[in-house]
C-alpha cells in the first residue's frame, strides 16, 4: 500500500522558516515525479513546487510556483524515498495545509490530477 506522510509543519513567525518532509513508503519514487501543493481556508489546492527523476544530479528538473520562486527549494534524497521542501522567507499568505503528491510519470506536473498519490497533508501557519 502506497502512503505519503508529511512532517515539518507548524506555527512560524513571518519571516521564518519551516522544512517539510515527505516519506514515501509501499513505492520506491526514485524515479518518479513529485510535489508539495497547498490549500488555504476556502480556496483550491494549488501547485506549490515539484521536482523530477534527478538521474544522479541533485535536484535537476524542479519547477516552482512563482509565488515561492526564491524562496521555497525542492529536493529528494532516493535513499530514503523522501521529498523535501524547505520553506524560507516565510509570509501569512503562505499559510495553508500543505500536501505531498507523487505520480507514476517522470515529469513534472503543475496539475493535481496528474498526481496519483496524495499525502494527508499538515498544516503551515504563518504569522504576522
Known amino acids: 500500500q502506497v502512503q505519503l506522510v508529511e512532517s515539518g509543519g507548524g506555527l512560524v513567525q513571518a519571516g521564518g522558516s519551516l522544512r517539510l518532509s515527505c516519506a514515501a513508503s509501499?513505492?520506491?519514487?526514485?524515479?518518479?515525479?513529485m510535489a508539495w501543493f497547498r490549500q488555504a481556508p476556502g480556496k483550491e489546492r494549488v501547485f506549490v513546487a515539484a521536482?523530477?527523476?534527478?538521474?544522479?544530479?541533485?535536484?535537476?528538473?524542479?519547477y516552482y510556483a512563482d509565488s515561492v520562486k526564491g524562496r521555497f527549494t525542492i529536493s529528494r534524497d532516493s535513499a530514503k524515498n523522501t521529498v523535501y521542501l524547505q520553506m524560507n522567507s516565510l509570509k501569512p499568505e503562505d499559510t495553508a495545509v500543505y500536501y505531498c503528491?507523487?505520480?507514476?510519470?517522470?515529469?513534472?506536473?503543475?496539475?493535481?490530477?496528474?498526481?496519483?498519490?496524495w499525502g494527508q497533508g499538515i498544516q503551515v501557519t504563518v504569522s504576522s
Open positions: 503528491a507523487a505520480r507514476l510519470g517522470i515529469k513534472i506536473s503543475e496539475d493535481r490530477d496528474a498526481y496519483n498519490y
Open positions: 521536482i523530477g527523476w534527478s538521474g544522479g544530479a541533485p535536484n535537476v528538473g524542479s
Open positions: 509501499g513505492f520506491t519514487f526514485s524515479r518518479n515525479a
